[in-house]
């Protein structure tokens, strides 16, 4: 195990009280608690900490927070383990375990770099050229194989997530000075506030920088201000928190990596009323030939290491710039101990109080200089220097770059905020935006402390303002520290040599200056075609640069050449965190019916129709599916049959203009129904396609109860509303779903009124009283009933509606009066099956989006209707009264033996491609009559009964005869009993 | 134009310094025979095949930002010709075999990845969708296969089908000759090699005012590049068609909804096909970089606002995750979202409008970017000969007031 | 994700609602007077305007009401919010 090397004797924010063991590439080595892994990798001397994704160029850390783009690692094993996490966000715990990703064996020494050798002859978009013979899909597998960077877990992930939801007044987003000095003033008057910090800790700037804020260390201050907002109730501090989204009417979206309790992570929607965008600037990396060694880093970075982990990138440091801001920083370093051997600007000299400070602590400061070259294998050892006045090398074993800052725009952007690039600062700072957000500190492009907490501070206070709420208003913090000249001056690349600019994805500045010459100079063309910016770190580090070499190449402004629209999110996020606690059976609930537990114990298979778990067939010991179907079958067919039909949709309709609506909605006229009968209805949209069909009980003058197919339950509820609040207001109606108030309990079979007999009714149940399509409310058994004499089955039926809580009790009781005379539960197999017997449509399965009331066989109805309804003016179209459209008909096999399979299409002709004449819509091996039959939609069916046509089944074509639906008592002798 | 092959690569590598320009960008001129508006893939390969099939080489793609930009960079790259009515079938059948031989065609590898699509039916019903689909799809003449639960575990082992999945497996079909192409080299090569026919690519023009002469008849077009005039014009702006209908006067059958589409940060291959699963519409493939990518719902509200939405990644994430429960740990990279032109039956609208002369191209729905070489090629025979080739006779606008819809959904069992 | 003001029930989430797309949209009728074309035009053709869009929505997890939103669709903005029957509120 090797020691800390690089690990500073004192300072940073780590606990040296609670060393950390933990593995990297198969090494073991120690950190500290308060450490990422990052900084524990760099505290143990580790350079390589990766390969990039084309060359497998070796790779060291270039960052310390979000934009790294290098150090790309898989974290844990098996089914915890996660891919492609930078080692910058990896807090390290005891045990950690992580391996670098697209390397083998391993980062230091990896096979794939034989590729980087092969970079001349890959140029960006070379393979839009090549690949071509004998086709892309023949070299399609070496590539897959060769992409990707980590591994996903082989098995489900078993950690959980959840979701959860907050309002508040003002979402600030990020804890530094700026966000700080916002959310103190926004609470201390009083409003609900929200602040989100994507690190460990709060702070931002403020934890890496010695300043001195009202008075107090940047730190003590920043320590007071949290204890007055955490003792605040209307105020919530989120640390470890990214807003990753931006989206519509202020709603964003949040990742919060949860480090106590069972949930890994926590998705956060917050709709705020006003946003405070304090998130920061990342530092620009320089472009320079073999900018990619390892040992070559942020400036910030290296400091941000030094101050918040104690951990120093380097002995000896140079510092390379085109800015001020990198001349403090240098300070910070050599104060804690860096030896910094040069600081390299590119700009002439220039005397300010940084650059005395530099010059009075004795570090060379060399002007108008750049670094033209960088040494070393798998590690830095040195840099060339170019100056007017020559060329020197500089031993070093880190390399500072700071080439300027970019304010993260990206929350701005998403929230569909222009950009103005500021020519001084050369930044992108963000510009107008439609909504209730505001962007403040170094996020809008104040680099300067002082003038941090002032914006942020007013930002604060407008945002209480603009939320209507009353003003607190005190003085701003203010800082004493000067924060010195930020002055900067364009350096976008040296040239050279291979310069890179998206380290990850192995973008070079001259991949970026051929994508020009090749005509890809829209930025999103550049993006495209040479992938800048594509990678995992989304380009946070190599966008601004690559659009700046774009814009020089192609003789523009950067305006002119334009920026990208940043998309969330921000940082990535876990897909399991979206599905949150919306798993398994909260993915999609599955719907019971109200004798469920009854079906569960007496053997019932359940399938999911529509949402809801029903009954396919009970088994009993020892049967199969189709025996149980059969027996079944022969049951309601001899006996009686029990069966739930619960999800039947049930929508009552009243008022004194219920029966003129409804002659409105349906295709046939149900105004002529009288009270105590049922009616058959079919409902069309106004394309004149059936949209669903069912029973109408007509329970007095004013009062209807329309029955809907179970699937299509809460969509014909709307569908009445939508036609009463929005085309017939006028109408007197009220309509109210009531599906699931009522369970069905349909008893049928020619033993049915027998046992509903024994079961009691409290009113007459015989054939001439109660007669086929009529309807009783009364009870059953004592219990609250509707009762519809209505049959799916072609038998003696009684639709038995009852208070669903009371489902139980009567089926128990029906079950019990029913067995001695053979009553069995019936599934839907056999249902169906007793349906298609009797030629019943069954809407969605015989029906789809194209048949019309006219093709199943309606046309006489509608046309015999003078009233205006929906979907008529369609059905009067010419083309759907063509005679070759497809007809609701019967088939049988002409052998009478072969079953026709559900789906099989059918030909009148041999041998022709191109439209069908038709296909099977449901089909069965009749238990009743036995041999196969179907029904089938047939081109112009109904004038061809007794023809033959052809079934195209999957094991080969055979001739069936086109006959009547009704295969079972046409006459209708058993139903009307 | 020079040719692209492994030699160039290697030519170049050594030293060479003169890759040329992929197209020329062009200067607008004062007239054209034709006019294109739109420069996503349809309008580039509109003008390409008009020069290369008619000879008619005066022809301007205008294209308001940058080519490619719209639905042809945003969608899910998938290709497929597994459609349910003939007319639909010839026309996706024929753009499936012009992407066969589009590399070659246009020199420019497209990645055509014909690595399978699977469509996967999770109760009865659906299978019952799916096996009358699949039957269809053969009897189009085209290559479809059912596919058993145990088949569609073989090929897509991420794939949840167990039988505790919430929605269980019950089978599927496939058309392996579906896939997958890269989108932005289909915009590229198609530009590339109009291009060096001599069509002018003219970026950053947008085009604000349809002009017409007394006869009623397109006479040209008013951009932010000036006035253009022209034989024929060409709609071919996939979400914004309305924009433009309005400008020359008539209605369209369309509504622009955005369709939302993710990725996954890149891992290694878990996936070689494509699926669809019916029961969440979520469909699901893994591109050549390692990225998966995820496409699932439309925000069912007029929209021409090209940005993610967060209901949708919630509930596609969450739909994929569930299905796919290796993905659980991935993590999304970019979300983000495209205007489709939505038409009462899903079908495309290809061919004349009511104003002469100006022809249209749109209502691809979710599905334009597999359609494009069909789309350019028929357009380009309709504006060349002067009547619609037999494969886009059926996709007229007139198909809405005589009521013969070509409704593909409505055919899929997805009832209204 | 759009924040509706539903009249009844307050601003809500967009996923508690449905649009119903364009409203203001008349029906011809009777049926049998009106021609192909008027009815091709009612039930097919759609305003679908970049900008301001006068449409219908229910609250469809809330209190089941229809009631008519202008919206810009680009930025998606809700200017105003307005009963069924009513006419489209000049804004500015």
Redesign the interface.
């Known amino acids: 195990m090797a020691g800390q090397s690089n690990r500073l004797p004192s300072g940073g924010l780590i606990d040296r009280s609670r060393p950390l063991r933990f593995t990297f590439d198969g090494r073991t080595y120690m950190g500290y608690q308060g450490d990422t892994l990052a900084s524990a990798l760099l505290a143990n001397g580790v350079r390589v900490v990766g390969r990039s994704f084309k060359y497998h160029r070796p790779r060291g850390l270039m960052a310390a927070g979000v934009e790294e783009p290098n150090a790309i690692v898989t974290v844990g094993d098996g089914e915890r383990s996660v891919p492609n996490l930078k080692a910058t966000e990896v807090e390290l715990v005891d045990g950690l375990v992580a391996r670098p990703v697209n390397c083998w064996p391993t980062a230091r020494h990896d096979a794939g770099a034989l590729m980087g050798l092969l970079g001349r002859f890959m140029p960006s978009g070379f393979y839009y050229k090549t690949f071509m013979w004998p086709s892309w899909h023949w070299y399609e597998g070496a590539v897959r194989r060769a992409a990707g960077l980590g591994t996903a877990p082989a098995g489900p992930d078993p950690e959980i997530y959840e979701h959860h939801y907050a309002h508040c007044d003002v979402l600030v987003v990020g804890s530094g000075p700026a966000g700080l000095a916002a959310a103190v003033a926004a609470a201390s008057s009083g409003a609900r506030v929200m602040m989100v910090e994507q690190e460990a800790a709060f702070g931002g700037s403020l934890l890496t920088t010695d300043v001195v804020v009202d008075g107090l260390p940047g730190r003590d201050w920043l320590a007071r201000q949290l204890r007055a907002l955490g003792s605040l109730p209307e105020v919530t501090l989120l640390a470890r928190t990214t807003a990753t989204g931006y989206y519509d009417h202020n709603a964003l979206s949040l990742l919060e990596r949860v480090t106590a309790g069972p949930v890994r992570q926590r998705l956060w929607q917050v709709r705020a009323r006003r946003v405070v965008l304090a998130t920061g600037a990342l530092e620009r990396p320089l472009v320079f030939p073999d900018n990619d060694r390892p040992g070559i880093m942020l400036l910030s970075a290296m400091r941000r290491y030094v101050a918040q982990y104690g951990v120093a990138a380097g002995r000896r440091a140079v510092v390379f710039t085109n800015n001020d801001t990198a001349y403090q920083q240098a300070l910070a370093l050599h104060r804690a101990g860096i030896a910094i051997a040069a600081v390299v600007d590119c700009r002439a000299r220039r005397s300010n109080a940084g650059v005395t400070a530099l010059e009075r602590a004795g570090i060379p400061l060399i002007w108008q200089g750049v670094v033209e070259k960088t040494h070393g294998r798998a590690g830095l050892t040195g840099v060339t220097v170019a100056t007017p006045a020559g060329r020197r090398r500089l031993a070093c074993d880190v390399l500072g770059m700071s080439g300027g800052w970019n304010p993260a725009v990206h929350l701005h952007s998403q929230a569909g905020g222009s950009l103005s690039w500021d020519e001084a600062a050369l930044m992108f700072t963000p510009g107008k935006v439609g909504q209730a957000c505001r962007s403040v500190g170094a996020g809008n492009g104040q680099l300067a402390l002082a003038d941090c907490l002032a914006d942020g501070y007013a930002a604060g206070i407008e945002a209480v303002r603009l939320c209507g709420l009353p003003v607190t208003d005190g003085p701003p913090p203010t800082t004493d520290v000067d924060g010195g000249s930020t002055a900067i001056q364009a350096l976008w690349q040296v040239p050279g040599g291979k310069a890179w600019v998206d380290f990850q994805n192995d973008v070079t500045a001259g991949d970026v200056m051929l994508a020009a010459q090749e005509n890809f100079r829209s930025v999103e063309h550049l993006k495209r075609y040479t992938t800048l910016g594509m990678a995992v770190d989304q380009g946070k580090t190599s966008n601004i640069n690559g659009l700046a070499i774009l814009a020089e190449q192609c003789g523009r402004t950067i305006p002119q050449t334009g920026t990208t629209r940043f998309r969330p999110p921000y940082t990535p996020v876990t897909l399991g965190a979206f599905r949150g606690a919306y798993r398994a059976d909260l993915f999609r609930p599955r719907r019971q019916m109200p004798v469920h537990e009854w079906h569960q114990a007496q053997g019932a298979v359940f399938e999911d129709f529509g949402g809801w778990q029903r009954p396919v067939h009970y088994l009993r010991p020892g049967e199969g599916r189709e025996q149980a179907m059969h027996r079944e079958i022969r049951a309601v067919r001899t006996a009686a049959g029990l069966f739930e039909g619960s999800p039947l949709g049930k929508i009552e309709v009243k008022g004194p203009d219920a029966a003129e609506f409804l002659d409105r909605i349906y295709v046939n006229t149900i105004s002529t129904l009288k009270p105590g009968r049922l009616r058959y209805g079919l409902m069309t949209n106004e394309n004149g396609i059936i949209i669903d069909d069912g029973v109408v009980a007509r329970l007095g003058p004013d009062h209807f109860l329309v029955g809907t197919t179970g699937g299509n339950a809460g969509r014909i509820a709307e569908w009445l509303e939508e036609w009463l609040q929005c085309e017939w207001a006028d109408l007197r109606v009220v309509t109210m779903p009531v599906t699931t108030a009522w369970a069905t309990l349909t008893l049928t079979g020619p033993r049915a009124r027998a046992i509903l007999e024994r079961v009691g009714a409290d009113f007459d149940i015989g054939a001439a009283a109660f007669p086929h399509m009529s309807f009783r409310d009364g009870h059953v058994a004592g219990i609250p009933a509707r009762v519809c004499r209505v049959s799916f089955t072609g038998e003696v039926s009684y639709e038995i509606n009852v208070p669903a809580g009371r489902a139980t009790a009567l089926w128990q009781r029906i079950m019990g009066e029913g067995a001695p005379l053979g009553l069995q539960p019936v599934g839907i197999d056999a249902w169906m099956d007793l349906r298609t017997e009797k030629g019943y449509l069954h809407v969605g399965a015989d029906t789809d989006g194209t048949t019309t009331p006219l093709d199943v066989g309606w046309g006489p109805a509608v046309s015999r209707k003078a009233k205006d309804f929906v979907g008529k003016r369609s059905l009067l179209r010419s083309s759907n009264a063509r005679a070759d459209r497809l007809n609701f008909v019967g088939l049988e096999p002409v052998d009478g033996v072969r079953p026709i399979p559900v789906g099989a299409h059918l030909r009148f002709t041999d041998g022709t491609v191109g439209l069908t004449d038709g296909h099977v819509t449901s089909a069965c091996v009749s238990d009743t009559l036995g041999r196969p039959i179907s029904l089938a939609m047939v081109r112009g069916g109904r004038e061809r009964m007794g023809q033959t046509v052809r079934v195209l089944a999957p094991a080969g074509a055979f001739q069936a005869r086109i006959v009547s639906p009704l295969f079972y008592d046409p006459e209708g002798e058993r139903l009307n009993a | 134009m020079s040719s692209?092959?492994?030699w160039?690569?290697?030519r170049?590598?050594?030293g060479a310094r003169d890759?040329?320009?992929?197209?020329?960008?062009a200067t607008p001129r004062k007239r054209y025979k034709v006019v294109v508006i739109g420069g996503g893939g349809h309008g580039l390969a509109t003008a390409y095949y008009l020069a290369k099939n008619h000879g008619i080489r005066d022809v301007a793609v205008l294209e308001k930002?940058?080519?490619?930009?719209g639905n042809t960079?945003r969608n899910t790259t998938i290709v497929r010709s597994n459609y349910y009515?003939?007319e639909s079938a010839a026309l996706y059948e024929m753009s499936l075999k012009l992407y066969e031989g589009l590399?070659?065609d246009l020199?420019?590898?497209?990645?055509?990845?014909?690595?399978g699509i699977v469509t996967v039916a999770?109760?009865?019903?659906e299978l019952?969708?799916?096996?009358?689909?699949?039957?269809?799809i053969?009897?189009?003449?085209i290559d479809s296969d059912?596919l058993t639960p145990a088949e569609i575990a073989r090929l897509a082992p991420i794939f949840d089908t167990s039988p505790q999945a919430?929605?269980p497996v019950w089978g599927g079909f496939i058309q392996r000759r579906g896939g997958t192409a890269?989108h932005?080299?289909v915009a590229?090569?198609y530009a590339r090699a109009a291009s060096a026919l001599g069509v002018d690519i003219v970026?950053n023009c947008e085009v604000n005012a349809i002009r017409r002469g007394a006869d009623g008849r397109v006479t040209g077009v008013g951009t932010t590049r000036g006035e253009i005039e022209a034989d024929c014009v060409v709609m071919s702006v996939a979400g914004?068609s309305?924009?433009l209908a309005?400008m020359a006067g008539f209605?369209?059958?369309?509504?622009?909804y955005a369709l939302q589409a993710m990725v996954?940060?890149?891992?290694?291959?878990?996936l070689d096909v494509v699926i669809l699963s019916l029961a969440t519409g979520v469909y699901v493939s893994?591109s050549?970089?390692?990225e998966m990518v995820l496409g699932g719902a439309l925000d069912?509200?007029?929209?021409?606002?090209q940005?993610?939405?967060?209901?949708t990644?919630?509930n596609v994430?969450?739909?994929?995750?569930?299905q796919y429960?290796?993905?659980?740990?991935?993590?999304?990279?970019?979300?983000?979202a495209g205007i489709v032109d939505v038409?009462?039956d899903s079908s495309p609208i290809l061919g004349e409008t009511p104003v002469p002369g100006l022809f249209i191209n749109c209502g691809w729905g979710t599905g334009g970017f597999k359609a494009i070489p069909a789309g350019g090629w028929l357009m380009a025979h309709h504006i060349a000969t002067g009547s619609p080739h037999a494969v886009a006779a059926p996709f007229s606008l007139r198909r809405?007031?005589?009521?013969?819809?070509i409704?593909e959904?409505?055919?899929a069992?997805?009832?209204? | 994700m759009l924040l509706i003001s539903c009249p009844h029930c307050g601003p809500r989430d967009e996923i508690e609602f449905r649009c119903g797309g364009e409203t203001h949209v008349v029906r011809p009728g009777p049926a049998e007077a009106v021609s192909e074309d008027a009815w091709a035009d009612y039930l097919f053709m759609r305003q679908n305007p970049r900008g301001l869009h006068a449409e219908r929505w229910l609250h469809a997890a809330g209190c089941r009401t229809w009631f008519n939103l202008l919206r810009d669709t680009v930025t998606h903005e809700i200017k105003a919010v307005y009963p069924m029957g009513h006419a489209r509120p000049e804004v500015a």
């Open positions: 692209y092959s492994a160039g690569l290697l170049h590598g050594l890759w040329a320009p992929a197209w020329r960008d930002a940058w080519i490619g930009g960079g009515y003939p590399s070659r020199n420019y590898n497209i990645m055509l990845s014909q690595r999770h109760s009865r019903h019952e969708v799916v096996q009358r689909w699949a039957g269809a053969r009897a189009n003449g059912l919430r929605y890269r932005d080299a590229w090569g970026q914004h309305t924009v309005d209605r369209l059958p369309v509504t622009s996954s940060e890149p891992v290694k291959p878990l893994q050549d970089k390692g069912l509200y007029n929209s021409y606002g940005r993610g939405n967060l209901p990644a919630v994430a969450g739909a994929a995750v569930e429960p290796a993905l659980g740990r991935l993590r999304m990279l970019r979300q983000w038409v009462q809405f007031t005589t009521g013969a819809l409704d959904a409505a055919a069992g997805i009832a209204h």
